[in-house]
Protein backbone atom coordinates (compact mmCIF):
# COMPACT_ATOMS: atom_id res chain seq x y z
CA UNK A 1 0.00 0.00 0.00
CA UNK A 2 1.41 3.20 -1.22
CA UNK A 3 1.95 5.84 1.74
CA UNK A 4 1.42 9.65 0.84
CA UNK A 5 2.14 12.52 3.89
CA UNK A 6 -0.41 14.75 4.65
CA UNK A 7 1.50 18.07 2.60
CA UNK A 8 1.91 15.61 -0.29
CA UNK A 9 -1.44 15.42 -0.56
CA UNK A 10 -1.80 19.39 -0.21
CA UNK A 11 0.69 20.09 -3.04
CA UNK A 12 -0.55 17.69 -5.26
CA UNK A 13 -4.28 16.71 -4.80
CA UNK A 14 -4.02 14.75 -7.77
CA UNK A 15 -2.90 12.13 -6.02
CA UNK A 16 -6.50 11.18 -4.15
CA UNK A 17 -7.32 10.28 -7.56
CA UNK A 18 -7.10 6.49 -7.52
CA UNK A 19 -8.42 3.85 -9.78
CA UNK A 20 -11.65 0.92 -8.27
CA UNK A 21 -8.99 -1.21 -7.08
CA UNK A 22 -5.96 1.16 -5.82
CA UNK A 23 -5.67 2.07 -2.48
CA UNK A 24 -3.53 4.20 -0.38
CA UNK A 25 -2.61 5.71 2.85
CA UNK A 26 -2.31 9.70 4.36
CA UNK A 27 -0.27 9.93 7.19
CA UNK A 28 1.34 12.86 9.03
CA UNK A 29 4.89 12.13 8.21
CA UNK A 30 6.50 14.03 11.60
CA UNK A 31 4.10 12.51 14.14
CA UNK A 32 4.36 9.50 12.55
CA UNK A 33 0.08 9.02 12.30
CA UNK A 34 -2.39 7.38 9.96
CA UNK A 35 -4.27 10.26 8.95
CA UNK A 36 -7.00 8.00 6.33
CA UNK A 37 -6.90 5.09 4.45
CA UNK A 38 -8.17 5.57 0.53
CA UNK A 39 -10.08 2.86 -1.06
CA UNK A 40 -10.71 3.15 -4.28
CA UNK A 41 -14.36 2.28 -5.31
CA UNK A 42 -13.88 -1.40 -6.24
CA UNK A 43 -12.24 -1.94 -2.57
CA UNK A 44 -14.94 0.22 -0.82
CA UNK A 45 -17.35 -2.01 -2.26
CA UNK A 46 -15.60 -5.62 -1.03
CA UNK A 47 -14.99 -3.87 1.96
CA UNK A 48 -18.70 -3.06 3.01
CA UNK A 49 -20.03 -6.43 1.49
CA UNK A 50 -17.23 -8.04 3.89
CA UNK A 51 -18.99 -5.97 6.85
CA UNK A 52 -22.35 -6.51 5.76
CA UNK A 53 -21.52 -10.57 6.12
CA UNK A 54 -19.91 -10.39 9.12
CA UNK A 55 -22.56 -8.20 10.57
CA UNK A 56 -24.86 -11.46 9.79
CA UNK A 57 -22.75 -14.15 10.74
CA UNK A 58 -22.80 -12.44 14.58
CA UNK A 59 -26.60 -12.70 14.06
CA UNK A 60 -26.64 -15.87 13.10
CA UNK A 61 -24.15 -16.76 15.56
CA UNK A 62 -26.62 -14.88 18.78
CA UNK A 63 -29.49 -16.78 17.36
CA UNK A 64 -27.84 -20.30 17.23
CA UNK A 65 -26.33 -19.45 21.00
CA UNK A 66 -30.34 -18.63 21.91
CA UNK A 67 -31.35 -21.71 20.28
CA UNK A 68 -29.02 -23.77 21.68
CA UNK A 69 -29.84 -22.77 25.31
CA UNK A 70 -33.76 -22.68 24.93
CA UNK A 71 -33.00 -26.57 23.54
CA UNK A 72 -30.99 -27.00 26.60
CA UNK A 73 -33.55 -25.79 28.85
CA UNK A 74 -36.36 -28.08 27.06
CA UNK A 75 -34.03 -31.51 27.51
CA UNK A 76 -33.23 -30.44 31.72
CA UNK A 77 -37.26 -29.76 32.19
CA UNK A 78 -38.12 -33.48 30.15
CA UNK A 79 -35.40 -34.75 32.47
CA UNK A 80 -37.21 -33.59 35.75
CA UNK A 81 -40.60 -35.05 34.65
CA UNK A 82 -38.89 -38.60 34.23
Not at 18 to 23: A, E, L, P, R, W
Not at 38 to 53: D, I, R
Not at 62 to 68: G, R
Request: without cysteine; hydrophobic residues 40%; aromatic residues 8%.
Amino acid sequence: MTTYGARDIVRNPSLLRIDSQGSFIVEDKKMHKQLGVYLGSGLAEEFFAYLQKQKLLKSAMKIKASATKENQLLNESLDDGL
